[in-house]
């Protein structure tokens, strides 16, 4: 994964980009307003702006930084089993539970083409570059990991068991 956490004095939209992440995954997306954001900087909000020229541009960076953490956890899986869908799904349920606030944000936008793209690369590889069985795979464990996040499933249901239940269905049925 990539360390954010102590980027270089002189990269100034790295400290901010760290400060925007740590903001949004202490307190949540209300709490990350381009004037807080520069607090936690120790700059002016006009300051800010010589850096980012919006919230939108800060919100496009983070999207980034989660895009590349994804494709990297994936990568990993990837190298560790490869060709296995339970393996990379693991990954991406792992790492967007472990970065809640960050996934949402991330998902729950148009996201850019290249990112988007490597991080889904060792699925479409796992299911021997079948973009439909992708997009399906990619759809289930999406939509698992939101309604876990989200608190959608009844109380005292058996999350994990969901999950694992649900990937081997899914892995049998395109016989992964």
Excluded: C
């Excluded at 760290?18 to 006009?46: K, Y």
């Excluded at 960076?61 to 869908?85: D, H, I, K, N, Q």
């Excluded at 997009?135 to 876990?148: I, K, L, S």
């Amino acid at each position: 994964m990539t360390d954010l956490a102590d980027p270089p004095a002189t990269d100034r939209p790295g400290q901010i980009v760290t400060a925007a992440r740590t903001l949004l995954e202490q307190e949540g997306p209300e709490a990350l307003t381009m004037r807080r954001l520069a607090a936690r900087v120790g700059i002016t909000a006009p300051s800010l702006y010589k850096h980012f020229p919006d919230k939108s541009s800060v919100v496009n960076a983070l999207a980034g930084v989660m895009l590349r953490e994804t494709a990297e956890a994936l990568e990993s899986a990837e190298s560790t089993a490869p060709g296995s869908f339970p393996a990379l799904a693991t990954a991406y349920r792992t790492h967007a539970l472990a970065h809640p606030h960050l996934y949402r944000l991330t998902t729950g936008r148009p996201l850019p083409p290249d990112l988007e793209e490597r991080a889904a690369a060792p699925l479409f590889r796992a299911l021997a570059d079948d973009a439909d069985r992708a997009r399906a795979a990619w759809a289930f464990a999406h939509g698992m990991v939101t309604m876990e996040l989200n608190g959608r499933f009844p109380a005292g249901s058996d999350v994990a068991a969901a999950w694992t239940a649900g990937i081997a269905a899914f892995a049998a049925s395109v016989r992964l």
